[in-house]
């Protein structure tokens, strides 16, 4: 981790440019490609199911929706759709996806949004808020979402996540008053991570915004990390050493540094410095790697946390300016 010292804003500047030029190898295994496009050909014949309940949200200015949509495995994954009430054209949408243990919370939380005239769908992912989850998993030890069948990349708990994801975006463009064309993929954390996912194995998104991802240079962010659901990882294999290669080799291909080279839509990472939890040099490896239109925001004195007014207002003006 960084700590700053007497020269100040000399030694900041040194850390980022070290930042900066991180270099890492991919370690994408050669059926990485093949394994995505077959889950996704799988997970789209499946039909969405999608339902929409009137949530009777008590601020006038917007109609609210319990949305339910059929996941990866038919496990009916639960959203928040919400839509301003007053909208004459196709409205642009922004897809949520929360972080760690979370969930989506209120339709308050997404007023800046609708006020403005975007849509908004905001999901539970699968296991967690409302969203339950249909899946077996042999590896459950732990009981914790990061280690779910981690032993077999055929089942393991992330490959579901950025697939429903993937999903909500079906969800989104199915609707008629939805423009297909200016669709933003965000979120933070475990959300972050998923949204630099799902940017990567869908290109209808036209902006992603991840901030303070996870699943990023996963080896290194193991080894640097201090807090978070990475260190669950940790305490599987200090229980199943013999399943060190296989659970690296199943990682790889739910790590964001080998599926961001599929990245094409526009996409800004944000990040601290002083994050124990997603530390900040994995996050750079995946964001040096990415080749498509990219910008970072970095906050030296900022642990995992961007609630900070400037980064909010700094968001808001983002997603305006590019959607």
Known sequence: MFYWGRKGVLHIKQTIEELKSYQPERTSKPDHHDFWSQTLSEAKKKPLRAKLTDLNYPIKQITAYELTYHGFDETPIHAHYILPKEHNEKLPCLLFFHGYSMSKHSVSNYMQWLIQGYAVIAVDCRGQGKSGDFSSYTS??????????????????????????????????????????????IGGSMGGGITLAVAALDDRPKLAIADM???????????????????????????????????????????????????????????????????PMPAFGVYNLITAPKSMEIYPFTAHDMSMVEHVDKTIEFVNENL
């Not at 579901?160 to 975006?169: L, N, P, S």
């Not at 199915?174 to 993929?185: H, K, T």
């Open 140 to 185: 459950d030890s732990l009981g914790t979402w990061v280690t779910k069948g981690i032993l077999d990349k055929e089942e393991y708990y992330y490959r579901k996540v950025y697939t429903d994801g993937v999903r909500a975006i079906d969800f989104a463009c199915s609707r008629p008053e939805i423009d297909p064309d200016r669709i933003g993929v």
């Open 213 to 279: 991802p996870n699943m990023c240079d996963i080896p290194l962010a193991i080894e640097q990390k201090f807090e978070g659901s990475l260190t669950f990882v940790e305490k599987f294999l200090h229980q199943y050493p013999e399943h060190i290669e296989l659970v690296y080799e199943n990682l790889t291909y739910f790590d964001n540094l080998n599926l961001s080279e599929s990245i094409t839509c526009k996409t800004r990472i944000s990040q601290g410095l002083k994050d124990l939890i997603c530390p």
